[in-house]
């Protein structure tokens, strides 16, 4: 009975867990709500209008009819609330994006019926919302497009519907994990062939006869073209894709991959004009990839983000610490706090403007004001106290938002322990390391800078770990090895 309770506590609490929402869902205007909707309710139409067409209306068909519109309507709900849990950040030009493939999808059922292969119409579209949304949201999406149908079910052949749905779970699966345009290109190979393969296996002799030969190569005939088609829509989808990204937003993995290109102008840039703030950048990507692979996050927009964190510093490198040479401050020089809390400021509110001009991605930008939050100056505020100057403690505050996710929480916490690791003796024990990371994120847990992040104390613990880690890679790459003379062996 005791061990029962235990694991009904236990699984109350895992279930408890995964239902804390990992961010707030961005908000979506009423003129974007009323246009799904009515896009919604078009497709309900569209997928459900058949069953009127009958020479004498009954009641019972339109119960029929009733219940089928609001079937479908309640599945685009379920399709647009699974994305929005899956991808909070979503906006409403990537949902209307969903939406409308699948409005595209019922129309061409309704117009070819089934002379189009389910696999050409369905494959596809789950490769570009995998793709941009995540697996969740294309299986949820495949799943509605694979079970509604203007026609009749019974007209369809059921085993090349099978064969779609696991093409396209396939694609959904894999779609959501590629990091490469050669990964995809590759899918969009495999995918027809085993395609191809498995109808031919599955369907090709069951509707042949080995008695009439004609019907025998129709049927493989057609078999090989549905194949084909499909193989080449995905190879135009592929090629499309980077058009979807730009116009809706899309942030796929080979996106991703290519924002962290460091040969992209603005880290360029970056590296010339302000290469303290570089060095800084890369440190600190080292530490927070190694804290995000401790707790499962997501590594490529950790990657990425942290090399766009700071870019806003492009706009006065010399203000800040790491790119000065020793000779002089300007803040020193101007020697007035409340100016100097502008100017940091300014990286930030800069740096979104870069992120404007040069397309960021909105999850990237998104690390430009949340690894700062709501953190205190704490440098210029002590000089405000010191000089009794008149002002406000959050003037010596950044404007926020607090990070919203636990990827710009752990840049947050990276930036913050990046310098103090750096001047670090190395001699120092990993004891001292550790309580020196420690500090720096307990004062911003008090801070109240995580409560937004859904940080669990284990994860927090984990960082701290993974920091500690990527120190002692640090330290150990910074130790002189004692040479010997003639020394022939490494
Ligand atoms: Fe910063
Ligand atoms: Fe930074």
Not at 74 to 96: A, D, H, M, W, Y
Not at 104 to 124: G, Y
Request: net charge positive; glycine share 4%; with cysteine.
């Amino acid at each position: 009975m005791h061990n029962l309770t235990t694991k009904l506590k236990k699984l109350n609490y895992f279930w408890k867990r995964s239902q804390v929402p990992t961010q707030e869902p961005v908000e979506i205007s009423i003129i974007d709500k009323l246009i799904i909707f009515l896009i919604c309710i078009v497709i309900s139409i569209i997928s459900s209008y058949k069953l009127l067409l009958v020479p004498f209306l009954q009641s019972s068909v339109v119960v029929s009819w009733f219940i089928a519109f609001f079937e479908i309507l309640i599945s685009c709900g379920f399709l647009i609330l699974v994305s929005r849990k899956e991808n909070p950040t979503i906006n409403s030009r990537q949902i209307l994006l969903i939406i409308s493939l699948l409005l595209i999808v019922q129309a061409i059922k309704n117009i070819f019926r089934f002379t189009i292969s389910p696999l050409s119409i369905i494959v596809p579209p789950a490769l570009i919302i995998s793709q941009g949304m995540g697996t969740i949201t294309a299986l949820a999406w495949v799943s509605i497009a694979s079970l509604s149908w203007p026609d009749s079910i019974t007209e369809i052949n059921k085993t090349l519907l099978l064969i779609t749905l696991i093409c396209s779970c396939i694609v959904s699966v894999l779609g959501g994990k590629i990091r490469s345009r050669a990964q995809l290109l590759q899918l969009s190979i495999f995918v027809p062939l085993g395609a191809l393969f498995t109808q031919w296996l599955l369907i090709g002799d069951d509707q042949s006869s080995l008695v009439n030969n004609q019907e025998y190569f129709i049927s493989n005939g057609k078999i090989f073209s549905d194949s084909l088609l499909l193989a080449i829509i995905m190879l135009i989808v592929i090629l499309f894709i980077p058009i979807f990204e730009s116009i809706f937003g899309l942030l796929t993995k080979a996106r991703l991959l290519e924002l962290a290109d460091k040969e992209k102008p603005l880290i360029r840039r970056l590296s010339i004009e302000a290469p303290g703030t570089f060095e800084h950048t890369l440190l600190i990507c080292g530490l927070a990839e190694e804290a995000t692979r401790m707790i499962g996050g997501d590594i490529d927009l950790i990657k990425t983000g942290s090399l766009y964190h700071d870019v806003g510093k492009l706009h006065a490198p010399n203000w800040f610490i790491e790119n000065q040479d020793g000779s002089k401050n300007p803040h020193d020089e101007i020697d007035d706090p409340l100016k100097s809390a502008e100017i940091l400021q300014a990286h930030v509110d800069e740096g979104l403007k870069f992120a404007r001009k040069n397309r960021l991605p909105k999850p990237i930008a998104n690390f430009i004001p949340e690894h700062q939050g709501t953190l205190k100056m704490g440098y210029f505020l002590h000089k405000a106290e010191e000089k009794k100057l008149n002002f406000k403690e959050s003037d010596f505050r950044y404007k926020g938002p607090i990070p919203q996710s636990k990827e710009t929480a752990i840049l947050m916490l990276a930036d913050g322990c990046e310098a103090a690791l750096r001047a670090m003796d190395i001699k120092a024990s990993d004891n001292e390391a550790l309580e020196t990371i420690s500090k720096i994120v307990n004062s911003r847990q008090i801070d109240g800078q995580l409560d937004d992040s859904n940080l669990s104390k284990g994860e927090i613990f984990l960082i701290k770990k993974s920091f500690l880690n990527v120190w002692k890679r640090i330290r150990h790459r910074r130790i002189q090895y004692p040479t010997i003379k003639n020394n022939t062996f490494s």
